[in-house]
């Protein structure tokens, strides 16, 4: 599910109770949040109330809910994950959209996050033993440039970035843990993993 991270309210699930939401994404390294941060600003000098940009630059994974009880083992279980993973590249290549709302820097090889993926389903299996809703993960991983695009603006703002180039190589070295208490809440980093080296 593309977008995942905009709405996950979606995951709600009235008779599951009192949760939160969590995302899983990668940090990206400085240099790219520079790159995206400026392609953003670009876009918004253009068009200066069209779009919303991300206050990171990150490469979502996931998003679930869990009752917070349920947090120390989630983190625990996560430390393990990332504990066995090795940090690494990620090849950054052109810009893609997801009409009408988001422009993307698209990732080459989806490998390293489907591979991270597998390792995920033994969290997804535990938050549904609880009758929460099923994790969502992202199978084409990309990072947002911009988001919540004015729909009338959209076909501009994605043409002025279809005659750019970019590429871009990113370390992955991270892995936030996000949550929020409620739909429309901003996400809080809880806790921050470091993949081998």
Known sequence: ??????????????????????????RTDTVVQEQVHAAGRELLQRFPTAASLPQQAQLTLAAFQARPEMEPTLLRWLHRI?????????????????????IYLRVQDHTPFQ??????????????SDDAPPMQ?????????????????????????????FHASCAIKELVVLRRAYAFDAYQCIQLFHLAA
């Open 1 to 26: 599910m593309e977008g995942l991270y905009q709405s996950t309210h979606a995951l709600n699930k009235p008779s599951y109770g009192q949760s939160s939401e969590y995302l899983l994404a990668f």
């Open 82 to 102: 990332v504990a066995s993973q090795k940090a690494f590249t990620a090849e950054l290549n052109n810009y893609s959209g997801f009409p009408p709302h988001m």
């Open 115 to 128: 591979q991270f993926i597998r390792q995920l389903q033994v969290i997804d299996q535990y938050i549904r």
């Open 137 to 165: 993960f992202v199978q084409r991983p990309h990072l947002p440039v911009a988001e919540h695009i004015v729909p009338e603006f959209y076909q501009q703002a994605l043409s002025l970035y279809a005659q750019q180039d």
